[in-house]
């Protein structure tokens, strides 16, 4: 069996697939929930089947919570945990960046696309909004822009009228009252900053690319922008799935 998992600054995905990489098991945690004095009891997954485990993978932005992680796993079942960096990804992928610089679930992302003939762009709604380009068999790099909920709620907290909001699709551009009026600048103001990026990177390059869209926030935009979009929530934990054999 595999455990795969994907810790990020806002939540955690861990995965258990058998040999044949069908998925048997999946829990989605609060990351701030694995610190180290309740770690077993949030990580009852392993427990379950932690004898049959054969290979574990995990790509992180959060290396203190990876560190307890890898602990306790090694603690309690004698288990290796691999992060993705530490796998030879030249075998798929050829990176054009200083790996240090590139988070492990990004490069995850890109992992999980790659096919040697197409050019991708993932963007991936998480605590930041992150643009990755992929041509053919190369990562290229990527951009960094505010994540569309830590930005709302940030507003909230310091501004002290605004009422608590939840970004959903909204029809109208003009806000009759405060809630709707913020709705309508980070609904409409986001994608504007999505489509006018996917534009710039197309333009850069002069060429074609396939659109795939992951995290938290996806389904909202996939309707209201120009390009063909994909929505793939699990392209990161796919990725990782990927380079399961290479260790």
């Not at 049959?52 to 796993?73: A, C, G, M, T, W």
């Amino acid at each position: 069996m595999y455990l795969i998992g994907d810790i990020g600054n806002t939540e955690t995905k861990i995965c258990l697939f058998n040999n044949k990489k069908k998925l048997l098991n999946k829990k989605i945690f609060n990351t701030n929930n694995l610190k180290k004095k309740n770690i077993k009891k949030n990580l009852r997954l392993i427990n379950l089947h932690h004898k049959k485990i054969d290979k574990i993978l995990f790509s992180s932005v959060v290396p203190n919570v990876f560190k307890n992680i890898k602990r306790f796993i090694k603690q309690n079942f004698r288990k290796e945990t691999k992060e993705l960096k530490q796998v030879n990804l030249n075998k798929i992928i050829k990176v054009d960046v200083n790996m240090k610089q590139v988070g492990s679930d990004r490069l995850a992302n890109a992992l999980s696309v790659i096919n040697g003939k197409d050019n991708f762009i993932i963007l991936d709604f998480g605590t930041a909004t992150t643009f990755d380009v992929v041509l053919k068999n190369r990562y290229k790099g990527g951009i960094i822009a505010p994540g569309v909920n830590l930005s709302l709620q940030t507003l909230v907290e310091k501004a002290k009228l605004i009422p608590h909001t939840k970004l959903t699709k909204i029809k109208n551009i003009v806000g009759k009252n405060t809630q709707s009026a913020v709705r309508s600048g980070f609904y409409w103001g986001y994608q504007g900053l999505i489509e006018n990026i996917i534009n710039l990177i197309k333009r850069k390059n002069k060429t074609n690319f396939k659109i795939i869209f992951t995290g938290g926030l996806s389904h909202l935009y996939k309707d209201v922008l120009k390009n063909k979009i994909k929505v793939d929530r699990d392209l990161t934990i796919k990725g990782l799935l990927r380079m399961i054999d290479l260790i």
